[in-house]
């Protein structure tokens, strides 16, 4: 079945996700949900918008997540599908324009080189514990709540002093953000914050894969052109 084929009416993906009507109606209102119309106007709902429906229901009803909050994972997941399908096609892409000597050149070539990684400033651990929580405008014990829920983990010095970097800060305010001024639950906090990871960890991967498909092209020309001069 096509899970994007438009086929239940209101009523009948209301009874599927076990929500009301006007639940539905208040969904594609906040723009969580799309259904598609008929020729006549009425609502028609995909598998997909069923799938995403009781996924909102396990965030709301499981998890206790408000409405900003699902927004939020909802737009991030988005974000990471729309991204694995641009990796994907980037991908096949590459793969076509070497073509048959795909395979051979993959089992000739060498990993790159990787370059010494050289530690950003940012993740340097400078304060301690009372100055970030100062920075970040939070109690000391709301810090040490967000570690153990690992939303957080600053690094300890040899003496086992937590040492917070700028980047853990700037986690932070974007779990204060979050909680303060969206209400989202730490349930909901943990969702985005692990969502986030996902996001910068593919893209990671899609520009390392993109990188080594490149070099394998470029080898490949290199190839072709020595070939070239040798018949010439």
């Known amino acids: ?58 965030l709301t009803q499981e998890l206790g997540v408000n409405l900003a909050g699902v927004e939020e994972i909802m737009r991030l997941r988005a974000e990471l599908e729309a991204l ?50 100062e920075l970040v405008e939070m109690h000391p014990q709301t810090l040490r709540l967000y570690e153990r829920k690992g939303l957080i983990k600053p690094k300890r010095s040899s003496g086992k002093t937590r040492l917070y970097s700028e980047r853990d800060i700037e986690k932070l305010r974007e779990i204060r953000r979050l909680t303060q001024e969206l209400g989202v639950n730490l349930a909901g906090v943990e969702e985005i914050m ?15 894969e993109v990188t080594r498909l490149k070099l394998l092209l470029l080898e ?13």
């Open 1 to 58: 079945m096509d899970k994007d084929r438009p086929v239940y009416v209101i009523s009948v993906a209301a009874e599927l996700v076990e929500m009301h009507p006007q639940t539905l109606r208040l969904y594609e209102r906040k723009g969580l949900i799309k259904p598609k119309r008929s020729s006549g106007k009425t609502r028609l709902y995909s598998e997909r918008d069923i799938e995403k429906l009781r996924e909102i229901r396990r």
């Open 84 to 133: 694995q399908a641009r990796f994907e096609q980037e991908v096949a892409r590459l793969k076509r324009e070497l073509g048959d000597r795909f395979q051979e050149l993959e089992r000739k070539a060498l990993p790159p080189p990787k370059e010494a990684e050289k530690p950003s400033p940012k993740d340097r651990p400078v304060y301690v514990i009372s100055v970030a929580a």
């Open 194 to 208: 692990r969502l986030r990871a996902e996001l910068e960890a593919l893209q990671a991967r899609f520009e390392a």
């Open 220 to 232: 490949e020309g290199k190839a072709l052109a020595e070939e070239g001069s040798m018949g010439a």
